[in-house]
Each structure stands twice: as C-alpha cells, then as structure tokens.
C-alpha cells in the first residue's frame, strides 16, 4: 500500500536542540558516562528518553512492552554528555521473544555507570492511600529492585514518574518506603510526561556519571540509524492501532531504502522506502491490513507523516504484510530484527 506526503514536511526531528561551549570537553569538571533507563513495563522510561533528548526516538504506546531493542540517546550540555540506553521492560519472560528482551535490558546494566529504575508512582500512591500503614512496595518491586542493584555497574537512581497523576501529600511516604528497602538508591520525582523533576533528576546523573571527556560528538543525538528508526515508527503505529495479542506479534523490517538526488536547494530528495510487517498467523494479517485495506492505510498514513519530520523529506512509503508462523521464536529471525 503507497502513501505520499505533503510537499512541506513538518520541522525535523533528526536534530535536537544541543546546548554547547567552545572548548568543551576540556574543562576538568566535564562528565560523561552510560545511564541505562530500566524498570517494569509501562513505567515511562521511553517517555522520559523523549523528553530529555527534546525528540521521538524511542517510540511509545500505552501497551506494555513496546520497547524491544537497546535503544541509545545523546544528552549534550555544557558540561554534561549522558549516553542513555533505553531498554525493554524487566518482566516475566517466557516466550523466546521475552527471553531475549530481558537480556537485553540486563546487558545494559554491566556497561552504565548510573543505572536509572523508572517507576511508576500512580499504583504506589493509590495503595498508601487505601492501606497508609503498609509499604506501597510489591514482591514486583523487591525482584526488580534486586535485579538492578545486584546487576548494575553503578549506582541506581529511582525516577519517581508519572507524578503528575498523583496526590503530592502521599509521595513523601513512597519515597520513605523505597529509603527504607533500599537505603543506597536515591529517589527523585519526576513527571517524563510535563517535565517536572527531570532536570533534578539529570543533576543527580551528572553528580555520580565519571569526570571524563565526550563519547560521541557535540551534535550526534544517537546511535540508530535512520533504516532502524523508520521500522520503530511504523512498529509504533501496529502498537497504537491494534490490538490483544497483534501488535506483539508483528515486526517491521526495512527491505529498501531508497533516497532520489537534492533538490536545487540542497535539501534533501524524496525517500522511497518499502516496509514488511511480519505477522505470526493468518488471521493478524487481516488484522492489520484490515477491512478495504482500511487499517494498513491509517497505519501508512501516520507512520508515514513520523517518517516525514524525522527525514526532513518528501516520503513515500509501501506497507507489505507476510506471515511467518512462530517467528518470535525463530533465532534466526530475532537476530536480523537486532533483537538479541
């Protein structure tokens, strides 16, 4: 299925705002280093990612478990270089699939020197408010809290999210409870949604990150490319759309990417670019084609406008669907999705 965009793409994403100072990486007080974003599913930590880096690099819905790879953003400041790693949530895997997601986040936790566990505060809050003299903390907590702190480099900072949604008198007695389990972890309140609390919680990140120069260039914001981009922003699309188990069994694949010659102006030419959406059965390809075409058409349609804004072109985009049974459980295939 072909879809076109407008002549005049919205404003690209592929450079964040970057806050820089001649000279640096030369100062003595300058400090770079990993923090891998981890937690439950659902907790936010890809929002959070999107926040600090001021753009959509790590897609989201409000299903759990959409995040699958390792996922690395550049933070630049002044004084600062944060190498994120978002990661898949920690959860109960036993799917190959789920295996390989945890791997994948817990590999992250040995190479970052600040480890940040990502909460959510909403369910915490509404138990200290039906049971105030009971720690709001779950077995759930306790298994990924010793996950993290038995599997991480460095220290571990919990990121309090969400807290825009909660009644501010009850937080105080949730942080106490993460003190009194953990009494190493540093607990700081954040909303990745509004912003609140998230410049706190990267001067915390600057304070236990290694005085050391830059990793990467001032003005690269990432490591993914732009073929693996294009795959999460029509990935991001089957997540929002679909629904029950479909989303979970689709993958995207870039089979061609093709970019014609600049324009007079120098700007960038129209992007052609054919996608295979992978389904495990019969009946989730016509799911997600849908009825007419109807679904595939409005998952083309805003994959394709993301796609846009995040290329800065013109773009065309095909949307192919094939089924390949048990393909989360195939190796073979993981591996070729960079989920391994």
Known sequence: MSTDVPEAPPESLSSPPVATAEG???????????????????????????????????????????????????????????????????????????????????????????????????????????EPNRSPLTRAHTVVGGILTDNSRGPVVVALNKVDRCHRGWLLPVIGAFSQAFPDITVVPVSAKTGVGVEGLVDVWR?????????????????????????????????????????????VEVEQFEEGP???????????????????????????????????????????????ELLDARVHLELHVSVKERWSESPHMLHELGIS
């Open 207 to 251: 304070k236990l990150l290694p005085v050391a120069p830059p990793m990467y260039p001032p003005d690269q914001w990432t490591e993914a490319s732009e073929r693996f981009l294009v795959a999460e922003l029509v990935r991001e699309q089957l997540f929002r759309l679909t629904k029950q188990e479909v989303p979970y069994a689709t993958a």
């Open 24 to 130: 640096e990486g030369t100062d003595a007080d300058f400090r770079s280093g990993f923090v891998a974003l981890a937690g439950r599913p659902n907790a936010g930590k890809s929002t959070l990612l999107n926040h600090i880096l001021g753009a959509h690099l790590a897609i989201t819905s409000d299903k759990p478990q959409t995040t699958r790879n390792r996922i690395v953003g550049i933070h630049n400041l002044e004084d600062l270089q944060a190498v994120l790693i978002d990661t898949p949530g920690l959860h109960k895997a036993r799917s190959r699939l789920n295996r390989a997601l945890v791997d994948v986040a817990t590999a992250a936790l040995t190479e970052a020197d600040v480890t940040c566990w990502v909460v959510d505060a909403v369910p915490l809050v509404r138990s200290m408010q039906k």
């Open 262 to 308: 600049r324009q007079a102006d120098g700007s960038r030419g129209r992007v052609q670019i054919y996608c295979r959406i992978w389904v495990e059965r019969g009946g989730q390809k016509g799911i997600v084609i849908g009825k007419g075409g109807t679904m595939l058409r409005e998952i083309g349609q805003r994959a394709r406008q993301n796609i846009s």
